[in-house]
């Protein structure tokens, strides 16, 4: 069994920074694509961003591309979401998930572990 925790959400000014973090447990790491999604109140969850197993592919929603930067460290079984220059419409709770592939893999319907979410409201 998969275990995600995220971390590192909160609340922020327009323009502002945070990083998330998802925390990794109960299998190889480094043998998973993980992405990022997120969940505005009534709309459906969308992607955010993904990475291959080992950190050299990645790909980007174009909302956020330019803006955000997923990245992972496969010794401490952890992915990464930089968020700068945040918008209002960035306001979510923000999932990471992990599915075994060796590929990048963008779709919400590829993955088959999901963290609880961390909350990111972004004021304006």
């Known amino acids: 069994q998969v275990q995600l925790v995220e971390s590192g959400g909160g609340l922020v000014q327009a323009g502002g920074s945070l990083r998330l973090s998802c925390a990794a447990s109960?299998?190889?790491?480094?043998?998973?694509?993980m992405g990022w999604f997120r969940q505005a109140p009534g709309k459906e969850r969308e992607f955010v961003a993904a990475?291959?197993?080992?950190?050299?592919?990645?790909y980007y929603a174009v909302s956020v591309k330019g803006r955000f930067t997923i990245s992972r460290d496969n010794a401490k079984n952890t992915v990464y979401l930089q968020m700068n220059s945040l918008k209002s419409e960035d306001t979510a709770v923000y999932y990471c998930a992990a599915v075994q592939a060796m590929t990048v893999v963008a779709g919400r319907g590829g993955y088959d572990y999901w963290g609880q979410g961390t909350q990111v409201t972004v004021s304006s």
């Open positions: 109960g299998h190889t790491f480094s043998s998973y694509a």
């Open positions: 990475i291959n197993w080992s950190g050299a592919g990645t």
